[in-house]
């Protein structure tokens, strides 16, 4: 089970950090993602981490301004959104997979959704 949360309202240009805690064990081979979705918009991915290696990857549109990361210890995985734009808006999901995607199809347990709503 994963369990976000951090969202709330800010300006356009502050920052905001996104928690997702999970429950139970994360194998090493496990794929961590954050997606997002905006009103009337599909589900868009923005940023995975393997859990075992740190590698990440993320969307161009939030790179360079968001960081992913995760706490073993913690089981908890981080989204650091710096420089928000009125365009992150959006119901933010974390999300548990096995694949090294950027597909929501590939990710199997996902977090209920944290609302990031930037003003301009």
């Known amino acids: 089970q994963l369990q976000a949360s951090g969202g709330g309202l800010v300006q356009a240009g502050d920052s905001l950090r996104l928690s997702c805690a999970a429950s139970?064990?994360?194998?090493?081979?496990?794929?961590l993602a954050w997606f997002r979705q905006a009103p009337g918009k599909e589900r868009e991915f923005v940023a995975l981490?393997?859990?075992?290696?740190?590698?990440?990857y993320y969307t161009d549109s939030v790179k360079g301004r968001f960081t992913i990361s995760r706490d073993n210890a913690k089981n908890t995985v981080y989204l650091q959104m710096n420089v928000l734009k009125p365009e992150d808006t959006a119901v933010y999901y974390c999300?548990?997979?096995?694949?090294?995607?950027?597909?929501?199809?590939?990710?199997?347990?996902w977090g209920q959704g944290t609302l990031v709503t930037v003003s301009s």
């Open positions: 999300a548990c997979g096995s694949q090294y995607s950027s597909s929501p199809l590939d990710y199997f347990y």
């Open positions: 139970g064990r994360i194998f090493s081979s496990y794929v």
């Open positions: 981490v393997r859990w075992s290696s740190r590698t990440t």
